[in-house]
DNA sequence: TTCGCCCGTGTAACCGGTTACTCTGCGGAT
DNA sequence: ATCCGCAGAGTAACCGGTTACACGGGCGAA
């Protein structure tokens, strides 16, 4: 491979030269700069960008640290980062830490001198621990998470707001027992959309204690939970899914029992993932622009690498919208509550 | 940031020393390492990779190449990938052409001393065109591209031969005039599944000119073929979209005009999108593994990177699997053709 | 004519590591 | 006691670019 060396030797100049030339930079001659371009095409020069990286202190290559790449919801926010990246010409460094905290730090350290800066959404870990592992020097926005104690910039969605609305339009369409099907206990998110559903059914629905089944987000568990719904003999005219996945699961479940939904029970989820439309019924959900949850805090980084300072003042909080769809229609369950 | 030279002058011993200390190479004393490792603790030295690729001539990225990230079927690429890549230790860079045959060449030529190897899906361009942008000297693997002329390794999937199952399919469940719904006229994998369904019905079916209706692999373009369909009068009794997506909108369509699926009409697919399964009737499509596209295609990219010579001829064809579900129920047509 | 300035270009240091080669000193063999 | 071999450590070149600074020549001003 030609190096910027061989470039200089053939055109006949020094490497200063022809990296000015190649770099269009001023100080050089048009004859000068075009023996150099000719000498580029006829070696098939093309820039080391390793080296090029190294000089400059700049790699125009961000570091994207997930948790995991599976399901719609991460390569929705790979796809929302790479939009404001691609546009500002900026490069993605993907960073899988497999859902293990261990190697959080590893995948964090191994982005040393390999990008500009870091959106990293960490696992359940405390943010202390979290503080170990970031560099500070390294400009840093954290995705759904909220650096509580640490000064950093995040992007969050508003799951207990969404949660509450949920639950709040549920028991507006005549609903009284509402039954949630909680997320990993350990999971920030599925926290949260708890908190939301609890409260929204202590102050508006006036229940004191709000009845909650277990699930983990996968579909599997929303068929469980059904099963433990139905042979549990637990009251409930409406189930709030803490994402669509369980809900998808749980209207499985209840039509293997024969429950219609919303007949005999309405079902809502969380996430608005694709799906959702296309069941039948449709599935009522709270619509989260994933996407815009990587672009965003993409945007934020580069802000900072423009050399504004942000701290976690300048927070983003996404609130999602309530998309009502067939498996809430109130008509239906009007007179046949169950 | 600590280099390694503060390190060094911290220990109290030279870089080469710290360097061997820090690799775990020989040639250094026990209280010598102990005594740098206590260094690099108390700077918090993280070996900065990106000069140090440029010494080991060797980065521990691959360069993933694809021409968009819409969709689930990039991201399951990517995982699959992913999945083998981590396994290696190493890390994936992210370029994306956004469908521009234009930035295929800036793509690739960024890639230069970033990566160690490229998987790259090209867009429907020239091989010759192809073979312009690519480095000879980086080892690189095909996705979904017969390398024709050049003589790369890739990985494919079997359009032609699923496409051909699955009509043949079809009409051994006793349809006898299947339309198909044919992808982007520009686009390869399209074309191979035309072109099976063409001879399918030909050398299978014995019909002349089987009917072929247009799409864009969209959802959109899938309810729109079904107006097409129903409006044309077009007698048919089965359609074969080009994939599920379109499938997903033609049932849309269907349904709108009040036609049953399977009762009026069967309906397949391709590809075995997640949403598949739950639509109702479920979609019977051609099961393609789409993650193991990316994992095999980075596993033939380690082998040529551990030494192997790997050329067209180690070329892999992954053939999809026929998964027949609800809308090609044969029984509910047997009684009620269109 | 001479001085000073600026423009085009070259030299060499540098980015932060790795590593070939060199050097020193110590233990064992002769 | 002398020599050899080798382990532990250091010096400096190198990876492939960028760029501060030096340098020489041409031109306008005095």
Do not use: W
């Not at 700069?33 to 000089?55: I, W």
């Not at 964090?108 to 001198?113: K, L, N």
């Not at 433990?228 to 003999?233: D, K, M, P, S």
């Amino acid at each position: 491979m030609a190096t910027l060396r061989d470039v200089a030797r053939e055109a006949g100049v020094s490497v200063a030269t022809a990296s000015r030339a190649i770099n269009g930079l001023g100080n050089v001659t048009a004859p000068t700069r075009a023996a150099v371009m000719a000498a580029v095409k006829k070696l098939n020069f093309v820039p080391h960008s390793g080296a090029r990286s190294l000089t400059r202190r700049k790699t125009d290559t961000v570091g994207v640290i997930l948790p995991d790449l599976f399901g719609e919801f991460f390569s929705e926010i790979i796809r929302g980062i790479d939009l404001v990246a691609h546009e500002a010409g900026m490069h993605l460094l993907l960073g899988n830490m497999h859902g293990s905290t261990h190697e959080t730090a590893a995948a964090i350290a191994s982005m040393r001198g390999r990008v500009d800066g870091l959106l990293v959404m960490p696992p359940d870990l405390k943010p202390e621990l979290l503080a170990d592992y970031l560099d500070p020097a390294l400009p840093t926005v954290l995705l759904n998470y909220d650096a509580g104690s640490l000064d950093l910039p995040f992007v969050a969605v508003d799951n207990y707001r969404g949660a509450y609305a949920m639950t709040e339009a549920l028991l507006a369409r005549g609903a009284r027992q509402v039954v949630h099907i909680a997320g990993p206990k350990h999971n920030r998110d599925a926290r949260d959309r708890q908190r939301g559903f609890v409260d929204a059914m202590t102050k508006v629905g006036g229940v004191r204690n709000p009845a909650i089944l277990p699930g983990d987000f996968s579909e599997e568990s929303g068929l469980k939970a059904a099963r433990l719904l139905l042979e549990g003999q637990l009251p409930a005219d409406a189930v709030f899914a803490a994402n669509d996945q369980m809900a998808v699961g749980l209207i499985a479940g209840l039509a293997e029992a024969g429950k219609a939904v919303p007949g005999n029970m309405m079902v809502a989820g969380f996430d608005d993932i694709p799906l959702a439309r296309h069941l039948n019924p449709s599935l009522s959900t709270m619509q989260v622009h994933i996407d815009r949850l990587g672009s965003t805090a993409m945007m934020m980084l580069l802000r900072i690498l423009r050399g504004e300072t942000l701290g976690a003042a300048s927070a983003t909080i996404l609130t999602p919208a309530l998309i009502a769809r067939g498996t809430t229609d109130a008509m239906a369950i009007a007179g046949t509550p169950a």
